[in-house]
């Protein structure tokens, strides 16, 4: 079978991240061919390019620079207005047909797509082979603040053969939500490589001080450090907190550790390719989510016997710690519930010990095996 995957951007992502770990995975696979098209080259930003199998075929659906440097300018928040303008209007144009162009010509050479962030829908309305969507969002959270968006989505989304959910919450609200699509979904947990994690996590790191740790792209439309940082601040425990992770919010979030005069206590340690020692010598992990698609970075945690805290957000977290018996759930944006945990959590050994075993058992069930062997059983239905 040649299956061709779909990406918008090739970028430091959890989407990425994911995807990597099914590349890597299925080239083992006797009987597959596997080919990534990535949207636009986001050069630089593509810290995890060299991590792609040498099996894949790689292609850049638009990779002039006058095409490229503009989005990337954009991500990085350094675009001027007239700038923006001209990218969105005149240079859109010929992406879009850059793009169409280069799917139409992969299509006729392999025998499924996969679309794994779900955002090229346009370009496979007259797609000749079957189509499946990846969703790594809650449609129900985006529909609280964009519902015109939301209700395209879901128009766009009937034109797939399948859809996988990566959470059975996600795959329920969006059942509710569209009946007519529930015939076409199927439930993928984001896996964890556990080899691989438990190898990486025996490096080293200079970091004396005892910790607790969140990793995230600093961007508070989503993530919501911010709520971090001041429930931190209204504990008194003796660890430190080290917020690992990029983005345009960082220097907002640095500036409110000096508002709340608790910067000699916060390390912004930046992107680490390689989080997982950081994971390993914390005293606990802490994810303050406005909205996940899944969290997988929880699973990590727990897998390397780390009690982890988590916003109770949609969605993914209450399903990954099994509603609360295998780590803390805390409501969104409650700072007080935040620093009650955090405090408990770093003081309370049988209450760490207990989280900790239930956890590593909790983790055994997001293995990527299993997980590998229900995307190629999906797969099947192309044969």
């Not at 006729?108 to 000749?128: I, R």
Request: hydrophobic share 40%; aromatic share 8%.
């Amino acid at each position: 079978m040649r299956v061709l995957f779909l990406l918008s951007h090739f970028l430091d992502g959890g989407i990425d991240t994911i995807l990597l770990q099914y590349l890597k995975g299925l080239v083992k696979m006797p009987g597959f061919t596997v080919s990534l098209a990535i949207s636009v080259r986001m050069n630089e930003l593509e810290v995890f390019r060299n991590q792609i199998p040498s099996e894949v075929k790689v292609e850049y659906l638009v990779d002039q620079p006058y095409l490229c440097n503009p989005r990337i300018a954009k991500l990085k928040g350094k675009i001027s207005a007239i700038s923006k303008l001209w990218d969105s209007s005149i240079h859109n144009i010929i992406r879009r047909r850059k793009i169409q162009s280069g799917i139409n010509k992969l299509a006729q050479s392999h025998d499924l797509v996969v679309d794994f962030d779900a955002s090229q829908s346009e370009y496979l309305t007259k797609c000749p082979i079957p189509t499946i969507a990846w969703l790594h969002f809650s449609m129900r959270k985006l529909n609280e603040v964009e519902p015109l968006k939301t209700q395209q989505i879901i128009k766009q989304l009937s034109q797939y053969t399948r859809i996988v959910t990566i959470c059975e919450a996600m795959r329920n609200e969006l059942s509710e939500m569209a009946p007519n699509l529930a015939p076409k979904l199927t439930t993928i947990y984001n896996p964890i490589d556990q080899t691989s994690i438990v190898l990486k996590s025996e490096a080293s790191i200079d970091f004396p001080d005892p910790y607790i740790l969140t990793i995230c792209r600093l961007n508070e439309d989503q993530k919501d450090v911010s709520t971090l940082i001041r429930a931190y601040a209204q504990t008194d425990i003796a660890e430190k907190l080290v917020i690992i992770g990029k983005g345009k919010d960082e220097e907002m979030l640095k500036k409110l550790t000096r508002d709340l005069k608790i910067e000699d206590r916060v390390f912004f340690a930046g992107f680490h390719e390689n989080p997982y020692p950081w994971i390993r010598q914390s005293k606990a992990f802490v994810l303050s989510s406005k909205y996940e698609g899944f969290g997988i970075v929880l699973v990590e945690a727990m897998y390397l016997n780390i009690p982890v805290i988590s916003s109770n957000c949609p969605v993914g977290p209450a399903e990954i710690l099994d509603n609360g018996r295998s780590g803390i759930l805390v409501p969104p944006g409650d700072c007080s519930a935040m620093a009650n945990a955090i405090s408990q959590i770093t003081t309370d050994n049988n209450l760490r010990r207990e989280l900790t075993q239930k956890a590593a058992k909790r983790a055994d069930i997001f293995t990527f095996d299993s997980q590998l062997t229900k995307m190629i059983n999906l797969f099947s239905f192309a044969e």
